[in-house]
């Protein structure tokens, strides 16, 4: 089974910043297209960005578009997720994601998970 730990996350004021990271140790990093996707109480996981297994393309939610950027980093076997402007709807809990398939967008499409970073984002 893939093992992803995601870390960064943290309770911040509406207008900062904050950047998660999610380790992938043991994967065959660069064959998985990677993904982000968030969590709020009482919703369903919803999409946030994501990005092809060389870190040439990404593809993002219109929520999240121009304010949060994904990045890989092959040679780390991780991913980052780089959230600027949050705001409180953006509070949720972080989940990142592996696929063998590109620009994948719903949570069912991806095979393994971490466990979740908690993001609060306080007005």
């Known amino acids: 089974q893939v093992q992803l730990v995601e870390s960064g996350g943290g309770l911040v004021q509406a207008g900062e910043s904050l950047t998660l990271s999610c380790a992938a140790p043991?994967?065959?990093?660069?064959?998985?297209?990677m993904a982000w996707f968030r969590q709020a109480p009482g919703k369903e996981r919803s999409f946030v960005a994501t990005?092809?297994?060389?870190?040439?393309?990404?593809y993002y939610a219109d929520s999240v578009k121009g304010r949060f950027t994904i990045s890989r980093d092959n040679a780390k076997n991780t991913v980052y997720l780089r959230m600027n402007s949050l705001k409180p709807e953006d509070t949720a809990v972080y989940y990142c994601?592996?696929?063998?398939?590109?620009?994948?967008?719903?949570?069912?499409?991806?095979?393994?998970w971490g466990q979740g970073t908690q993001v609060t984002v306080s007005s």
């Open positions: 990005v092809e297994r060389l870190g040439k393309s990404t």
């Open positions: 043991g994967l065959a990093f660069s064959r998985y297209n």
């Open positions: 994601a592996a696929a063998a398939a590109a620009y994948l967008v719903r949570a069912q499409d991806y095979h393994d």
